[in-house]
């Protein structure tokens, strides 16, 4: 039944015109929106009774602003206060400018990713990181893909299709997303043999699976878990050792690889995280790590070790559905420079990881005061995050933000530059870990915006 209030509603291209008066967005943008305000109203009217008086009057100015957040890229730059440094949701790892530079150099043409410009005929992209990666780990050769699933499922593929592969039963990970080892080596097509106990294996254990249909040793790097307490396992030289005396291929995933070496990770107040290098050292035949961990480069699997092993994933059918696109080569290989060149504090998750707490308190006292009297400043612990060091707390510094928390929370996601804080004790917090220099000035103005909105 039709309401007599509905032939007063707004024509739709009249709305949208009078709302394009008050905003910059396109032309679809505001016929959508006043298509949608239109609709509620009309929604509205037809649940009320006939007799009841029912305002009709649609507001042109949240029209407009709806216009603009319908134009705006559903994916787009946030600034991350959260102190989580590798958030997985906010995209991980921030890239370094130099790698910045390279995909937009890359991107704004044409390039050389499958051509030789010596030979003058076709070449292959896999050779624009080899040297790069191989001079980093130590490795005879090495081999990028678009992710570190993708690494392990191609890794397993290559060297272990159709056959047996022994791994920890304490090593079943399950990483983002609820993969599940068992399901990467299913992918692969191998038989996943479990030795040991969730706590402890040991060397016997892998000894006594060993059997006509092995054709791998697993080894998983707990990066995203810890076991503590009674505990044992088998290092990567050990079962390396056990492996090539059995005359079988040994892979280790790492999960995130570190190029930092040891001792720096213990200055920062970092756990000791096994390097790419040292696991490269102990002989595996392949070694699989992040990109955009620890690492700090781009969304990338990496796979190092001897030249068959490696080879032979290279050639597997697999890798043109997991090879990587030119802008991630050119973000990887100037990230991986960067290490080589001595300029790793110009990676923005080593620099973060590295930050002291001494230095954190100046940024924030420096935050603070930019905000005026709501703010605070308090100490806090960051996380690494991303399936990274899961025991590691760093000590940091933060600025607490007077008010309904939920409600600066929310007005702070919907800025232009959305900024993600943490709530705790009913206060929001900004960590300055994960702020960068160049985001401070964002930070004090979307905080001051939604201050005046309150």
Known sequence: MSHPLLARLPAVHLLADGAAVLAEAPRWAFIEAARRAIAAKRAAVLAGSPDVAIDITIDVAAVA?????????????????????????????PLADAARAAIDEV?????NLEYDLARGERGSRHDHLRE????????????VVNNNAAAMILGLAALASGKE???????????????????ILALSRGTLVEVGTTNKTHHRDYEG???????LLLKVHRSNFAIVGFTSEVDAAELVTLGRARGLPTM????????????????WGLPDEPTVAETVASGADLVTFSGDKLLGGPQAGILVGNHVAVETARKHPLMRALRPDKLTIAALAATLALYRDGHAAAIPTVRMLSATAAALREVADRLAAAIGGSATVEACMSTVGGGAMPTAQLASWAVTLRGPADALDRRLREAAVPV???????????????????????????????????
């Open 252 to 267: 280790i995933d790492l999960g995130s690889g570190a190029l930092i070496d040891r001792a720096d990770q213990r200055t």
């Open 132 to 143: 790069l990666v191989r001079e980093l780990t130590g490795a005879e050769d090495g081999l």
């Open 209 to 215: 699976a060993i059997g006509p249909a092995t054709g």
């Open 65 to 93: 602003k709806s216009a603009c957040a319908l134009a705006r890229p559903r994916l787009r730059r946030v600034i991350n206060a959260t102190g989580v440094v590798l958030h997985t949701n906010l995209g991980r790892a």
């Open 420 to 454: 993600i804080g943490r709530i705790a004790d009913g206060r929001l917090w900004l960590d300055v870990r994960t702020i960068g220099p160049d985001e401070l000035a964002d930070v004090v103005a979307t905080v001051a915006a939604a201050q005046d909105h309150a």
């Open 165 to 183: 592969i022994i791994v920890s039963r304490g090593e079943l990970i399950e990483i983002g997303g609820s993969f599940r080892l068992p399901e």
């Open 107 to 111: 991107a704004r043409g044409y390039s």
